[in-house]
């Protein structure tokens, strides 16, 4: 990389403030950086997060349990009472 060169990162946000894309950094003399995009529920929980180099993760809440799924398939499972423990 040159001295003077710029590295730009954008985001990209919805009408309720929430962020829907971020790309990653780039340098300037770049026309398409990657980008990885962000979808919600109707309660404004992330549901799924599509990574730029193709990976999904997803999120699903079901009561009290909330379960994620890792791109690399890995998946984790939450228990929280009405008090967040």
Known sequence: ??????IYKDAEY???GRKISESVPYLSSETSPLVSTIKYDSLNRVIEISQADGG???TEYDGFKTSSTHPTR???HEFKNGWTR
């Not at 990389?1 to 710029?6: I, N, V």
């Open 1 to 6: 990389m040159k001295a003077g060169t710029w």
């Open 14 to 16: 919805d009408s309720a």
């Open 56 to 58: 999904i993760g997803k």
């Open 74 to 76: 890995h998946v984790s």
